[in-house]
């Protein structure tokens, strides 16, 4: 198993350009997580799904879109690049959100690193 | 929502144990409390997780108080590869039986040769 693999590993936008951060998970997950995280700060959840088809807001969905239309992609797209937006990016899975299973364990991919200049 | 506190950091020395405290007071009854670490350069992972007994796994144990208001993350021998920060978390209810999981700053974990 990769687990979850996120490309591409680092990216300089100029501001106003557009892309994709692409997530895959190769343990059947049907939950799928994205956050971002800051220079010395934790992480912040940008938008999480339940399923294929199903997308929902974290605490900072402003200026992103995601997709799920297949249970092992996620992708999250950024449309209007600003300089806030420059973070790293974490693309995480879970077989379920229940509260306290063991398959609320979230695996994370190894990260994006965005600049937006 | 349950918040947790935890050290800004804390340092300890190879093959030694390690304790990392984190303080819950406003845990609920049903709240699972969570860690992760997140080494340098990498995204989080799962360390442990617990209710009211104390956990143990290959990595580490956690040691819960009896009132639950806070627990602790133990290392039994910390080895150079342990220097991370590492998160206390209670996963939060967003909608119906799903729950996500909030990071705050974590404590960062020097470990000395």
């Known amino acids: 198993n990769a687990g979850v693999t996120q490309t591409p590993k680092f990216r300089i936008l100029k501001i106003g350009q557009s892309m994709t951060l692409q997530c895959t998970q190769d343990?059947?997950?049907?939950?799928m997580y994205w956050y971002r995280q800051d220079p010395g700060m934790g992480l912040k959840l940008i938008y999480y799904?339940?399923?294929?088809?199903?997308?929902d807001k974290g605490e900072v969905p402003n200026g992103y879109n995601v997709s799920r239309s297949t249970t092992e992609d996620f992708p999250l797209r950024l449309e209007l690049a600003a300089p806030s937006q420059t973070s790293v990016y974490f693309c995480a899975s879970s077989y379920s959100s229940q509260r306290g299973l063991s398959y609320n364990e979230q695996f994370f991919g190894p990260g994006t690193r965005l600049t937006v200049l | 929502d349950a918040k947790t506190t935890q050290p800004n950091s804390m340092e300890s020395n190879e093959e030694e144990p390690v304790h990392l405290p984190c303080n819950h007071s406003t845990i609920s009854g049903t709240d699972y409390i969570h860690w992760y670490r997140q080494l340098p350069s990498q995204g989080p992972e799962y360390v442990i997780h617990g209710l009211t007994s104390n956990v143990n796994n290959r990595m580490a144990s956690l040691a819960i108080a009896e009132d639950r208001k806070s627990s602790t993350l133990i290392l039994h021998r910390a080895t150079l590869r342990d220097a991370a920060v590492y998160y206390c978390i209670l996963p939060v209810n967003s909608g119906g039986s799903n729950y996500k999981l909030t990071f705050g700053k974590g404590t960062l974990l020097t470990v000395n040769p």
């Open positions: 799904s339940v399923g294929a088809g199903i997308t």
């Open positions: 343990m059947n997950h049907n939950y």
